[in-house]
């Protein structure tokens, strides 16, 4: 009954901002609809649409950074409930599964949405560009946090929340620059198709990782996992060098 309950508000929330986004969000000149007269057109133009994607200048080093911005986070997020919950003999937290809702559902959701805020207002002010470096740090190197949490194991539930949040507040803002790049990257006819096959590559960037995540861990126990975690860096920031991105994009248009 509790989840039953839990689901009929979030849909009636979501019904809610349906209606909200109908009426709110702005009609852009360029939102039109393409005129088809079958389905052999539909199919003609969705092949051009996504052959045009591949086709956009840079798209294999930009393919490479959404596959490489998060591999950190895609391997460690696929093993921070069961660190938590498993029992401290072996290598975990020992947490409640209420006790992990509040830490990473509570605790973590509100740190990942400041850190988000931030992360918006930074770029608005100094755009993309200059911001891509330090979010690429602050979406990596906070997940260090599960290295102490792994290696001292603290029964302070205090130590416990101020880690998480630490990691979710990083990734929150260094998730602002994935987001702003595959909009950037869209540019151009097809936009917003073309942002619909990022996303696709961002949730593959995000699935592959953690189809290995059990059998490493299990491998390596906690402490060595999440020490592996960190070697995801390297594709990070080696994809991050090679971007070339205008300096002016993000930046608010009240700034100028």
């Known amino acids: 009954m509790a ?10 929330f979501f019904i809610l901002i349906c209606i909200y986004h109908r009426f709110v969000l702005p009609r852009p000149v360029s939102d039109h609809s393409t005129a088809t007269n079958t389905v052999g057109d539909i199919f003609r133009e969705f092949a051009r649409t996504f052959a045009s994607f ?16 998060r591999l950190g986070e895609a391997m460690l997020v696929k093993m921070v409930t069961p ?10 937290l020992g947490l409640t599964t209420g006790q992990v809702g509040l830490v990473y559902g509570t605790v973590g959701v509100i740190a990942l949405t400041l ?3 931030i992360g918006g ?3 608005s002010r100094k755009g993309l560009k200059y911001w891509i470096w330090p979010m690429a740090m602050s979406i990596t190197l906070p997940q260090c946090a599960y290295i102490f949490l792994s290696t ?23 998730f602002t620059a994935y987001m702003l ?15 619909a096959i990022c996303t696709a590559f961002m949730a593959l960037g995000m699935m592959l990782p953690g189809m290995a995540a059990g059998w490493l861990e299990e491998l390596l126990g906690y402490q060595h996992y999440f020490m592996s975690v960190m070697f995801a860096i390297v594709p990070c920031y080696l994809t991050v060098a090679l971007l070339k991105i205008d300096p002016e994009y993000g930046v608010s248009k009240k700034e100028n």
């Open 83 to 92: 660190f938590m919950l498993d029992a401290r003999e072996l290598g975990g």
């Open 152 to 174: 001292f194991t603290p029964d302070n539930f205090i130590l416990i929340y101020m880690a998480v949040a630490v990691e979710q507040f990083g990734y929150g803002f260094g």
């Open 3 to 12: 989840w039953s309950i839990t689901f009929f508000i979030l849909a009636g």
């Open 121 to 123: 207002i930074a770029v």
């Open 54 to 69: 591949f086709q956009k200048p840079g798209v294999g080093l930009a393919i490479a950074f959404m596959l490489s911005y």
């Open 181 to 195: 790049y595959m909009i950037y990257f869209a540019i151009g006819e097809h936009k917003t198709a073309h942002y």
């Open 115 to 117: 850190g988000g805020i």
